[in-house]
């Protein structure tokens, strides 16, 4: 079974710098995607960016970039210039490429902007 | 429109009563979820539906009862909740298939079961 692992529950970044969220998974397929969703206080689950593992090239939306190390496992968020409105909880999640669009999540990471 | 529209936003129900809770999109995707999410958890997937068919359930006990009328709708019937069924219930929408099938999510309904 896929396992997604967020090491950090909680992180805090002061305003205007940069925050780097881990996050591992371990999988046996050599087709999937990985995700970040972010999920502020709102409560609705927002895609921020996403990654397929065919693909080498590492993701980037704007303030948002990822660092995939496929063979490591490894699929981290860098988010730059952090804003009071990135303060969410964020979540990893990774879909196989053949199981539609079902999610496997890790615990997230509670992350605070301090101003 | 990347809108998934979750009705209501906050619901309160004792324990012997009947409710359902209601999502709907408009982006022609024909995969729909329910979610369960408890505080500071993530997300617990429920029930999928593919083509309006009932392709997942996640062993849910039976108190909680999906339908999918059509391609935009999806419901969740509630009867005889327990207290610990307390939560964030979270809609999502997606293509079934294919590339671009990441998920898009409502903003949930707060359920208080008393």
């Known amino acids: 079974a896929q396992t997604v692992t967020q090491s950090q529950p909680e992180m805090s970044v002061q305003e205007a710098e940069t925050v780097t969220l881990s996050c591992t998974y371990d999988?046996?397929?050599?087709?999937?995607?990985l995700f970040w969703y972010k999920q502020p206080p709102s409560r609705q689950m927002i895609l921020v960016i996403r990654?397929?593992?065919?693909?080498?090239q590492n993701a980037t939306e704007n303030r948002f970039s990822v660092n995939f190390q496929k063979a490591a496992k490894s699929f981290s968020l860098k988010i730059s210039d952090s804003q009071l409105g990135d303060a969410a909880m964020y979540f990893c999640a990774y879909r196989r490429e053949t199981s539609g669009s079902r999610l496997t999540f890790g615990e997230g990471t509670q992350l605070t902007v301090n101003p | 429109d990347t809108e998934v529209t979750q009705t209501p936003k906050h619901l309160v129900m004792g324990m012997t009563n009947k409710k359902s809770l209601k999502c709907e999109q408009h982006?022609?995707?024909?995969?729909m979820y329910w979610y369960k999410q408890k505080a500071k958890k993530p997300p617990e997937l429920m029930f999928v539906?593919?083509?309006?068919?009932?392709?997942i359930n996640e062993s849910v006990p039976s108190r909680f009862s999906p339908e999918c009328p059509n391609s935009s709708l999806l419901n969740l019937h509630l009867h005889a909740l327990q207290p610990e069924d307390s939560a964030l219930y979270l809609c999502a929408s997606s293509h079934p298939q294919g590339k671009d099938t990441e998920a898009f999510f409502g903003q949930g309904t707060r359920l208080t079961v008393v």
């Open positions: 999988t046996s397929e050599s087709d999937y995607y």
């Open positions: 990654q397929e593992a065919y693909k080498q």
């Open positions: 982006m022609g995707h024909r995969a």
């Open positions: 539906y593919s083509y309006e068919k009932l392709s």
